[in-house]
């Protein structure tokens, strides 16, 4: 069946809303919103912030030479449809873990005083032998809490199988399963809308992923920003990216295909793994402040 919004999704905060940084302090307390009749002509604008890894960053979605869009920035386009002066940062770097993403992208985002945020991570942990589902979620909700507690509207997704689109990685099946029941346990605890993506069998059509089968493609991401808009209720959302592709789908995989997949993707990935690298080593965020859309 088609995912239903959160009740109180279908309303993003108003920017007069925004709590005084005293009060997301704990500090004392400031008047409380003014009604809308008495809201200026003009408010201030929607300010949207990104957290994430490669996902929200836009791998698959354009390359570094020409520039990456990704889902969050298709996110950031259909929210400049309905609130002119959008504002947005993408905080996002590939390779971070959930602990990183929190450390380094959490301040910023808090600093910033997003009306709308949304946060993505985990992919990274669940790919390494020592994984903690525990802690990869008590990350997340800690970031939840936080951006919630500023009066943010947040959102997160839950994550596909991957074993889907990479059949070495079935075993990481159930890790994905627990990642998910934590992150719908911690979002229902502090209000914050939840992308199905998991529940979907569209989202494992390949034609919605990039060769390297761990990065959505432009389809896919756009996908991703539509899951993401339906979530959070925003007009002109609704289930349609839940559907089937149009069309017959890609031809099977062979083992021909699958060496090629191999070492064009899975041995510098496991090569990185070994010499203690990743993917986002001495990279930073592509948007660290607000800008307009």
């Not at 790919?127 to 008590?138: K, S, Y």
């Not at 719908?184 to 199905?196: M, P, Q, S, T």
């Not at 920003?225 to 925003?234: D, E, I, K, N, S």
């Not at 083992?255 to 993917?279: H, Q």
Request: aromatic share 4%.
């Amino acid at each position: 069946m088609p995912e239903r919004p959160a009740p109180d999704a279908a309303r993003l905060p108003h920017p007069a809303d925004r709590p005084t940084p005293s009060r997301a302090r704990g500090g004392p307390t400031a008047p409380g919103p003014a009604p809308d009749a008495a809201r200026p002509p003009h408010p201030a604008p929607l300010r949207f912030v990104a957290l994430g890894d490669s996902q929200t960053e836009g791998l698959g979605d354009g390359d570094d030479t020409t520039g990456l869009r990704g889902c969050a920035d298709r996110l950031a386009e259909h929210l400049a449809l309905h609130h002119p002066g959008v504002l947005y940062a993408n905080l996002a770097v590939r390779g971070r873990l959930a602990g990183q993403v929190r450390a380094e992208q959490l301040p910023v985002a808090l600093a910033l005083r997003p009306d709308l945020a949304t946060v993505v991570a985990g992919v990274n942990d669940l790919l390494r032998p020592r994984f903690d589902p525990d802690g990869t979620a008590a990350h997340l909700e800690a970031m939840f809490a936080a951006l919630t507690g500023q009066g943010a509207r947040v959102a997160t997704v839950t994550f596909p199988d991957i074993g889907r689109l990479v059949p070495l990685a079935r075993p990481l099946g159930p890790r994905v399963t627990a990642l998910n029941a934590r992150i719908r346990d911690a979002a229902h605890r502090h209000g914050v809308a939840v992308a199905e993506t998991a529940r979907h069998p569209v989202v494992t059509d390949p034609r919605l992923w990039s060769p390297d089968r761990l990065h959505a493609s432009p389809r896919g991401h756009a996908l991703i920003a539509a899951a993401v808009a339906h979530a959070l209720a925003l007009p002109d959302a609704d289930d349609s990216w839940t559907r089937p592709l149009p069309g017959p789908g890609p031809a099977p995989r062979t083992l021909a295909t699958e060496l090629r997949w191999a070492t064009a993707f899975l041995t510098p990935w496991l090569t990185r793994r070994l010499r203690g690298r990743s993917s986002g080593t001495n990279r930073t965020a592509k948007r660290p402040t607000l800008l307009p859309v």
